[in-house]
């Protein structure tokens, strides 16, 4: 669990179809939808994730990597006119 925009919310790991992996939080106490935390980003490895950590999902980043589930960022791709962190995810999260 991790606490997100005033949320205590439980991280589900899943894919974007059969590709990308996506984390979804969801509030614990109704189970409705608080945050996707990841882009469906071009150019990802099967075992990576691209964070989204800007408009409504800022400082998504600095939740994951301080609870554990991402490890620090590897490296950076540009969507649109944002640039994203790309991490993997620790072994306590992977699918």
Known sequence: MVGFGGYICDVIIQRYGTSNLAI??????????????TLNANGLELDEVAIKNYSENEGMYETLLENGIIHPKHREISIGYVTVPVC????????
Do not use: F, N
């Open 88 to 95: 993997k995810l620790t072994e306590y999260y992977t699918l």
């Open 24 to 37: 979804r939080l969801l509030d614990v106490e109704d189970g409705m939808p608080v945050a996707v935390a």
